[in-house]
């Protein structure tokens, strides 16, 4: 829920006037709308209208975690991530978090743990990522989808934060998911 705005916040809000849609796509839609300004003039915002989305640590033991290798296109490289995905419309957010984790790594987790929920890009998205440590998992077969392919990658928890000090990995999602597990294991 949004809490409303202080009187000195108020001099910074913008006010959605309309909304046009120039791209549905399967997975995101991007959008312009016009906005009234503090000044009462108007301008145009282009974004990303995303569902949201969630990424997880999967702790195997205490000290090793699953993560996965794929090929991301927009950046033509194999990255290393944490297991993620998006949610489907009206999905609760912990069923997105056990349906990717065991679409991807075929893991089920007894326990799941919230550490965080971020913004990756507010300035053009207004997608949401949820982030969450998985422990107690149980080994079953992975499902991923038609279009997705990926190994699965066990790798000790420190291997993993080595990976974000040296550059190695890049994804934000990630990067976040195993400082804030880092910060949340102390």
């Known amino acids: ?11 910074l809000l913008e006010t959605f006037v309309s909304r046009k849609t120039v791209y549905e796509g399967r997975m995101v839609d991007f959008v312009v709308d016009t906005v009234g300004l503090p000044n009462g003039k108007r301008a145009t915002r282009e974004f990303m209208d995303h569902p949201g989305a969630v990424g997880i640590v999967p702790f195997i033991d205490e000290d090793t975690i699953a993560m996965v290798r794929q090929y991301r296109h927009p950046v033509g490289e194999i ?22 984790l065991h679409e991807e790594t075929g893991y089920a987790p ?47 928890f420190a291997r993993a934060l080595e990976a974000v000090r040296t550059g190695r990995i890049k994804d934000s999602k990630t990067i976040i998911g195993l400082l804030a597990c880092a910060l949340w294991r102390r």
């Open 110 to 156: 007894r326990k799941l743990t919230h550490l965080l929920d971020y913004w990756p890009t507010c300035a053009f998205a207004n997608e949401i990522l949820h982030l969450y440590v998985a422990e107690g998992l149980t080994a079953g077969k992975r499902h991923p989808d038609d279009d997705e392919f990926l190994d699965v990658v066990r790798l000790p």
């Open 79 to 100: 990255t290393l991530e944490l297991p993620a995905g998006k949610l489907d419309a009206g999905e609760p957010v912990l069923a997105c978090v056990r349906r990717e």
């Open 1 to 11: 829920m949004k809490k409303s705005p202080s009187a000195a916040d108020k001099r």
